[in-house]
Structures are given as structure tokens and as C-alpha cells.
């Protein structure tokens, strides 16, 4: 997700995001939405990246991408994704009374979406639109 990782950087870092989610609309697609929702399965910040659409008055994510955020090792751990144009909810990582199980299958297939997803995102202008909201 180094798209993301860029974005979110551009836009004030981790601090500035736990109290200020990132929107960013780029003509042509769904809004992008970035937000910090807390500690992850595995201690470190949760970051959840969505695009949303309205059914029906209701908020519908297509897709949501959790992850956790090790900045230090600089990479990107799945947890869950959900799509709910098509009825999709997965777990990749989860606490089972106190032993964290890591699908290790559904976690590999998550870092691949995360990483051709984080080029869609580049290629489709989302970080030009940070920076310009930025002023950079």
C-alpha cells in the first residue's frame, strides 16, 4: 500500500490521521476514504482504506481493505476485506481466546489485491489529489 503510505504521509502522517480521516475524490471514481481505527490484532495502528457507494441510502463499501501498519519495518499487514456490492467479508487475521490465527493463504491473495490495488489508486490520481490538497 505505498500508495496509501504516500497519501497519508502528504497529508499530515499517522498522528494527524487518528483525528482527521482522509476523503479524496478523483473525477470518474468512488471516493477514497482513509482512516486510523484503532490498534490491530497484532499491536500496531489499524488503518482501514475504502471506497463507498450509496444503495438504497445506505453506505456501501466496495472495497474495504484493513491493515495494519508496521512504519517501522515500512510494510503492510492484512487483516480484513469486505465488499459489500457483492456479499464479501473476509478475515485474514483474528484472535481465538488468546492465540492470534493468521489465514496464511487469505493474507498472501490480501497483500497481493493490496499491492495492484495501491497502483490503481496511483495510476487513477489519488495521490496527485493529496498533494494538490496539500498544496504540494
Known amino acids: 500500500m505505498k500508495t496509501v503510505e504516500e497519501i497519508i504521509n502528504v497529508l499530515g502522517g499517522l498522528d494527524h490521521l487518528k483525528s482527521h480521516p482522509i476523503k479524496l475524490t478523483v473525477e470518474g471514481f468512488m471516493p477514497l476514504c482513509i482512516e486510523h481505527i484503532g490498534t490491530g490484532p497484532r499491536g500496531l495502528p489499524l488503518i482501514s482504506v475504502a471506497m463507498y457507494f450509496e444503495q438504497n441510502g445506505d453506505m456501501m463499501r466496495d472495497p ?30 483474528e484472535w481465538n481466546g488468546t492465540k492470534l490465527i493468521e489465514h496464511a493463504a487469505l493474507v498472501a491473495d490480501l497483500n497481493e489485491f493490496a499491492a495492484s490495488w495501491s497502483n490503481d489508486l496511483r495510476c487513477q490520481g489519488f495521490l496527485n489529489e493529496a498533494k494538490r490538497s496539500a498544496g504540494k
Open 64 to 93: 474495504d481493505l484493513v491493515m495494519e501498519w508496521d512504519m517501522p519495518a515500512g510494510k503492510w499487514l492484512p487483516v480484513s476485506f469486505r465488499n459489500d456490492a457483492v456479499g464479501v467479508w473476509h478475515e485474514g487475521v
